[in-house]
């Protein structure tokens, strides 16, 4: 918005500059739409602090594009662009700023939920492996049980065979 803003200290054309100071206005209002909605979404008290001091930028900001428009627009651009240099760009200095401390604010949070995350993919392997290898025991022991419950019927048979083939009862 405030590239536009300056754009319209050097146009002639009535039309442009009222196109390009609307435009910027309108930026603006969707940059404080767009912070009202990340403020509603905000459940953290961090992020909410952030939040709050960037809005509070863009009320002070606000009034003071607005007295900047009605300069240029009376076409009191000298005015206008100490207005500019003076209160103008300082907001958005500050503005930037508080910007880039919550896109790090939630770049950490963000990296902070991937290690949970990856964490708890961790544990999931491990219950899952442990499981598998219970489950192989589990499966083993029965083999054996089971293989056994035959055999050992199979083997008396044997054993009894043998003993009426040798004479022996």
């Given at each position: 918005a405030?590239?536009?803003?300056?754009?319209?200290?050097?146009?002639?054309?009535?039309?442009?500059?009222?196109?390009?100071?609307?435009?910027?206005?309108?930026?603006?209002?969707?940059?404080?739409?767009?912070?009202?909605?990340l403020?509603?979404?905000?459940?953290?008290?961090e992020?909410?602090?952030?939040?709050?001091?960037?809005a509070?930028?863009?009320?002070?900001?606000?009034?003071?594009?607005?007295?900047?428009?009605?300069?240029?627009?009376?076409?009191?651009?000298?005015?206008?662009?100490?207005?500019?240099?003076?209160?103008?760009r300082?907001?958005?200095?500050?503005?930037?700023?508080?910007?880039?401390?919550?896109?790090?604010?939630?770049?950490?949070?963000?990296?902070?939920?991937?290690?949970?995350?990856?964490?708890?993919?961790?544990?999931?392997?491990?219950?899952?492996?442990?499981?598998?290898?219970?489950?192989?025991?589990?499966?083993?022991?029965?083999?054996?049980?089971?293989?056994?419950?035959?055999?050992?019927?199979?083997?008396?048979?044997?054993?009894?065979?043998?003993?009426?083939?040798?004479?022996?009862?």
């Amino acid at each position: 918005a405030t590239r536009g803003m300056l754009s319209v200290l050097v146009m002639a054309d009535p039309d442009q500059i009222k196109k390009e100071l609307e435009n910027a206005r309108r930026k603006s209002a969707s940059a404080s739409a767009a912070v009202a909605r990340l403020v509603q979404s905000t459940r953290d008290a961090e992020g909410a602090k952030i939040l709050e001091a960037i809005a509070q930028i863009q009320a002070k900001f606000l009034p003071a594009q607005e007295a900047f428009s009605k300069l240029v627009l009376e076409d009191r651009k000298d005015e206008a662009m100490v207005k500019f240099m003076f209160s103008l760009r300082p907001q958005q200095a500050k503005y930037f700023e508080q910007l880039d401390h919550y896109i790090a604010y939630q770049n950490a949070a963000m990296t902070q939920a991937g290690d949970a995350a990856g964490a708890v993919t961790r544990r999931t392997q491990l219950l899952v492996l442990a499981l598998a290898a219970i489950a192989a025991a589990i499966s083993l022991g029965v083999a054996f049980l089971a293989t056994r419950s035959i055999t050992r019927p199979l083997n008396q048979v044997v054993d009894i065979a043998r003993r009426v083939a040798d004479g022996r009862s």
